[in-house]
């Protein structure tokens, strides 16, 4: 209910009170008809806002799973990376032996010392 049409009710019962035309149980009726209705128009307010706020809510959870679902799919892709990384220093190692065990042991230490400065 707008404020327009609350001043309009409001002058034509207190029109109709001056001039006598309610009785006491109408009178009270009304008015209570009247905080019925303004109630009413607080709770329409708060039920769109909280509907607006759940469709705010679901539309950031999908958004929120889409980009988890990405991200394993990225790790299952790294983790396949890592995999094939592994047996390719095993194959080296294997064929290669201490020689290259010493560069691989040397550059892990390098890129160590390299970080932690």
Same mark, same amino acid.
């Given at each position: 209910?707008?404020?327009?049409?609350?001043?309009?009710?409001?002058?034509?019962?207190?029109?109709?009170?001056?001039?006598?035309?309610?009785?006491?149980?109408?009178?009270?009726?009304?008015?209570?008809?009247?905080? *019925?209705?303004?109630?009413?128009? /607080? !709770?329409?307010?708060?039920?769109? +806002?909280?509907? =607006?706020?759940?469709? @705010?809510? %679901?539309?950031?959870?999908?958004?929120?799973?889409?980009?988890?679902?990405?991200?394993?799919? *990225?790790?299952?892709?790294?983790? /396949? !990376?890592?995999?094939?990384?592994? +047996?390719?220093? =095993?194959?080296?190692? @294997?064929? %290669?032996?201490?020689?290259?065990?010493?560069?691989?042991?040397?550059?892990?230490?390098?890129?160590?010392?390299?970080?932690?400065?």
């Amino acid at each position: 209910m707008t404020m327009r049409s609350n001043k309009a009710n409001n002058s034509n019962y207190f029109s109709n009170l001056e001039s006598g035309n309610l009785s006491r149980g109408e009178t009270n009726s009304n008015i209570m008809e009247q905080q *019925n209705n303004e109630r009413i128009a /607080d !709770l329409s307010e708060q039920v769109a +806002r909280l509907k =607006g706020l759940t469709i @705010d809510i %679901g539309n950031e959870v999908r958004e929120q799973n889409s980009l988890l679902d990405n991200m394993g799919d *990225n790790f299952g892709n790294v983790g /396949d !990376l890592l995999n094939g990384t592994m +047996r390719r220093i =095993g194959t080296l190692l @294997d064929r %290669g032996g201490a020689k290259h065990m010493f560069y691989l042991v040397g550059f892990v230490v390098a890129v160590m010392v390299f970080l932690y400065w």
